[in-house]
């Protein structure tokens, strides 16, 4: 009789998702972002989101060819990676620096790790750091709509959290012009409403778990109350939103148990507000993120399950 018992590797049980699918629901869910980008700071944003997506699917092409790897770009991963580092740009960004950017979140910190999967960081993350560091007055300057006659138009100026930190509270924004987008902010950042809608597609769609969005934004509610600062006026002032739906819940560089992802999300909404309320500079959203992917992997470490009847080796 010939034996019928297969043995193979995990995993045993496969599913119909595959990671195109996953990305795909992804760039769905930032597209009303995108589009009320486009509204508030006009078509330079459109031009800044597609040379970032233009840039990392070629950069991740090329890569690929140069080390004679099998083409990931089909992933569609590159696609939303080159988003999110849109997001994160101020609209007036110059468009050879966004290349800097894109190529430098695209190969160094993903492809030259391994690809999707083995990146230690957040590529969109990583990208707008390193930007920030190497073009700090490009990064921070910022463009506000105003009303006006028949529309809005751009002005000069700065973010409601660095008015706050000023201490200017009579210049800062209405919560109904944050929550619209109305305000000074990344391209990406500034229409609360857009962002909840994606996010709450992601979450409706199986693609995140509200575990690490909830954590993260509540412990900032919080944390605001806490020290005597109002907690709506954190929450939409800065990249809080953006970053709890679209970076922090990153497959690759957050944990996968849900008392990790609890963990990390908390960890990012302190390290956010210590920054704010404690710190130099008025953002702290994607530092705080940065710094928990890297420690991820040893939260994950110490909260994983004990296999039943078996012992957790040390």
């Not at 710190?279 to 296999?307: C, Q």
Request: net charge positive.
């Amino acid at each position: 009789m010939t034996n019928k018992l297969t043995v193979s590797p995990s995993p045993h049980i496969k599913d119909k998702v595959t990671t195109s699918s996953l990305m795909l629901n992804v760039i769905i869910a930032l597209v009303p972002a995108a589009v009320a980008s486009v509204v508030i700071f006009g078509i330079s944003s459109l031009i800044l989101i597609a040379t970032c997506v233009i840039t990392c699917v070629v950069g991740e092409y090329l890569f690929n060819v140069v080390c004679k790897k099998p083409q990931t770009i089909g992933d569609l991963s590159a696609v939303v990676t080159g988003i999110l580092l849109a997001f994160n740009l101020p609209s007036t960004f110059p468009i050879w620096m966004a290349v800097v950017g894109s190529l430098f979140a695209i190969v160094m910190v993903k492809n030259l790790f391994g690809g999707i999967g083995q990146n230690f960081a957040n590529p969109a993350i990583a990208g707008r750091v390193i930007l920030l560091i190497s073009f700090s007055g490009p990064m921070t300057s910022w463009m506000i709509p105003e009303k006006a006659v028949g529309g809005f138009r751009l002005v000069s100026g700065a973010t409601p959290l660095a008015v706050n930190a000023l201490g200017n509270t009579a210049d800062l924004p209405s919560y109904a012009d944050m929550f619209l987008g109305l305000r000074g902010g990344s391209l990406g950042e500034t229409c609360i409403l857009a962002l909840l809608i994606g996010g709450i597609f992601l979450i409706v769609r199986g693609v995140i778990k509200p575990i690490i969005p909830v954590a993260f934004l509540g412990t900032i509610a919080v944390f605001a109350l806490l020290v005597g600062q109002d907690p709506l006026f954190h929450l939409m002032a800065g990249g809080a939103v953006l970053g709890a739906f679209f970076m922090a819940t990153d497959y690759v560089t957050s944990p996968v148990t849900d008392m990790g992802k609890l963990i990390f999300g908390i960890g990012c909404g302190l390290i956010t507000m210590v920054i704010r309320v404690y710190g130099n500079y008025p953002e702290g959203v994607s530092f705080a993120i940065l710094l928990m992917n890297v420690i991820a992997p040893h939260i994950d470490s110490l909260t994983k399950s004990k296999p039943f009847g078996g012992v957790v080796a040390k």
